[in-house]
């Protein structure tokens, strides 16, 4: 009957593990790459929308541009393979060109109402 509790002490044991490694705690900045996931999709899902569909559009190409670099960056502290983090290093690169040119534009096309 030892068994039993061994059983039950090794189950015990194991569910934060089993917890932590379903939650990516530990490989190597996933965990870190599905929070930053679920943020960006959140602040896509409440990001309010002008009404100017060319507006709309930059804004929203804007924020999703900067989550891209962001999430990029995790691969490239926390990635392994060479050509995954050549990749990473070449999105952080053309992103930033194109989150410039997205913020000119927005620069260049105010709100109504609002000034340059």
Do not use: Y
Request: glycine letters at 6%; one cysteine or more; a negative charge.
């Amino acid at each position: 009957m030892k068994i039993i509790p061994a059983l039950l002490t090794a189950a015990v044991l194991a569910c934060p593990v089993a917890a932590a490694q379903h939650e990516g705690v530990g490989q190597g900045g996933s965990h870190e790459l599905h929070e930053h996931m679920l943020k960006s999709s959140e602040e896509m899902k409440t990001m309010e929308m002008s009404g100017d569909l060319d507006r709309d559009f930059v804004q929203s190409m804007l924020t999703h541009h900067r989550h891209g670099v962001e999430m990029a960056q995790i691969q490239l502290e926390n990635g392994k393979d060479a050509k995954a983090k050549e990749f990473a290093r070449k999105v952080v690169q053309n992103q930033k060109k194109e989150i410039k040119e997205l913020e000119r534009w927005l620069e260049q096309h105010p709100e109504p109402g609002q000034t340059r």
